[in-house]
């Protein structure tokens, strides 16, 4: 942003021998330095967590959505395409042996797939978790959901496993796919179960704040220690006022797009 002139210039300095922004990185470190001194660590830390495992399962979520996907392509590389099975199609040597998979539209049977191995994921999470004891269950119970929760999880693989994928050789891309990213969404999951319920709770007021806009109070979340009251909407009004302040004082007059 600064180096578009959206943000004040200062900031779009680089250190000549690393490369860094280095008073980027002072000014915000010394800003977040208050924030860990006058709020909850532990609470800073478990908000922080849960936010980069969901994001991160969401990241594992796009790489098998992506993967399955047709890519938009030019004239000239649909040419040499045409050769190449298409992604999302069921693959030619399973064709026999899953004729039930056959008859669905390219890329509906892997959306049901992913959808039933996400669920399998919180499924067998949740018993793993929690355990016998939280959920109140006869150990035939526990037994029986872990099972069953475990087999749809390796079925729903499976059933990725068995439809064509897009193949990029001049890209990165990641390995041994639907398995890692499966892994990666049952293992975020597994953690994110074990966080507070005080951080499922400020989590979920903060997704809905924004999914809802600013009018919400943000600063309800921190009166658990000080009276059990929160800030109330001045310092979201104040915060969405700094950024047009900055955006129409400075930004728009030194913006360098067009």
């Not at 922004?21 to 006058?38: A, C, K, R, T």
């Not at 590389?77 to 998979?101: C, I, K, N, V, W």
């Not at 994921?121 to 949740?126: M, R, S, Y």
């Not at 179960?193 to 903060?206: A, E, G, P, V």
């Amino acid at each position: 942003m600064a180096a578009d002139g959206l943000f004040f210039q200062v900031f779009a300095h680089l250190y000549c021998r690393t490369k860094a922004p280095v008073v980027s990185i002072l000014v915000f470190g010394i800003l977040m330095l208050f924030l860990v001194l006058l709020l909850d660590l532990e609470a800073l830390v478990h908000f922080h967590s849960i936010g980069v495992l969901f994001a991160h399962s969401f990241m594992a979520i796009s790489v098998i959505v992506l993967r399955f996907q047709k890519p938009s392509t030019s004239s000239s590389q649909d040419q040499e395409q045409a050769l190449t099975p298409e992604p999302g199609q069921l693959r030619s040597a399973l064709r026999p042996y899953l004729s039930f998979l056959g008859g669905c539209r390219p890329g509906a049977a892997v959306a049901w797939a992913l959808g039933v191995l996400v669920a399998s994921a919180i499924t067998l999470d949740c018993v793993l978790a929690f355990g016998d004891s939280a959920l109140n269950l006869p150990t035939w119970g526990y037994t029986l959901l872990l099972l069953l929760s475990s087999i749809t999880f390796l079925l729903s693989l499976l059933v990725l496993g068995a439809y064509q994928q897009e193949k990029q050789q001049d890209t990165f891309q990641v390995p041994l796919v639907p398995l890692t990213p499966a892994l990666s969404i049952l293992l975020n999951i597994f953690l994110m179960l074990h966080l507070s319920y005080l951080t499922w709770l400020r989590f979920s007021i903060w997704l809905l704040i924004g999914e809802w806009g600013p009018g919400w109070d943000p600063g309800g979340l921190q009166g658990e220690g000080k009276q059990g009251r929160g800030l109330g909407p001045i310092p979201q009004a104040c915060a969405t006022l700094a950024g047009l302040v900055v955006y129409f004082g400075y930004g728009i007059r030194h913006s360098k797009e067009s």
